[in-house]
């Protein structure tokens, strides 16, 4: 079965996470629903860097009562890292069938974080363009060459304004719904 789970991760307001999965719905042809519990993340909180680790938020995404059978997105506010860079906007991780994760955040898809005033359909836009391009890497997408599909890298903010939130043909065509192992950001 096609199914996303959104879980919302620390504090976020639930009309983001609602958004999103009726954003989400149509573009991966699955049911997704936002789970009732969120997770606690102080436990990934690194005071050195002032940030999040994702790695560690995705592993225990994975142990959350409610989302069984189901492809995990875990929506977050607070700035996310993993150690080898300075951010994330996400990160996936591909474990057995069925029991894969991912984590998009909020955080620097504001244009507030770039010091530039509040624009919601913008940030709407990116969240929608980053949790697509995470449940690809889930679904077994690498990154695309393709600079308009929503599966080409985005090392700033600039490259997912200038992509699509649209799988390209090859993309679409090799998306697994069974797809195992893997890890991507
Ligand atoms: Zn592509
Ligand atoms: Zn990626």
Known sequence: MKLISLVPV??????HMEIL???LAPSLQASCRVNADRLDIDFAYDPLRGQYHSTAILKRLRSMP????????GVAE????????TFVFGEAQLGPANDSAAVVSLHRL????????ADVPLQTDRLLKESLH??????????CRDYRCVMSSSPAVENIDLK?????PACAERLDWSAEHGKAV
């Open 10 to 15: 620390g504090r976020i307001a639930r009309s």
């Open 21 to 23: 999965a009726e954003g």
């Open 66 to 73: 409610g989302t069984d059978g189901a492809r995990l997105l």
């Open 78 to 85: 607070v700035d996310l890292f993993i150690p080898i860079f």
């Open 110 to 117: 504001r244009q507030e974080f770039y010091g530039l005033p």
């Open 134 to 143: 995470e449940i690809g890497h889930t679904l077994g997408l690498r990154h």
């Open 164 to 168: 699509s939130a649209q799988f390209c």
